[in-house]
């Protein structure tokens, strides 16, 4: 996989789940390049919530939590 995809939709949730959570932060569904209709919800990263937009290039960024890595995305500087 590319780690490249565009975000289909998106929601700006203002709810903190837990004590350590920043708000606001972007949950976004992001459609994977290699083949439409793959996506993968998932946070965007590194970008103001109101700077995310419908069709915005992002490429994927790990965060470890522990022992797992999270899949996340961060707008493409290379694509748009």
């Not at 109101?50 to 694509?79: C, H, K, T, Y």
Request: hydrophobic fraction near 40%.
């Amino acid at each position: 996989m590319s780690g490249r995809g565009v975000v289909s939709t998106y929601t700006i949730n203002h709810q903190k789940w837990e004590p350590d959570l920043e708000t606001p932060y972007t949950i976004a569904i992001v459609t994977l390049e290699e083949q439409a209709g793959l996506n993968l919800t998932t946070n965007i990263v590194n970008c103001a919530p109101e700077n995310v937009w419908i069709g915005m290039p992002v490429s994927v960024v790990f965060e470890q939590v522990e022992d797992v890595w999270l899949p996340l995305f961060a707008p493409s500087p290379a694509r748009g």
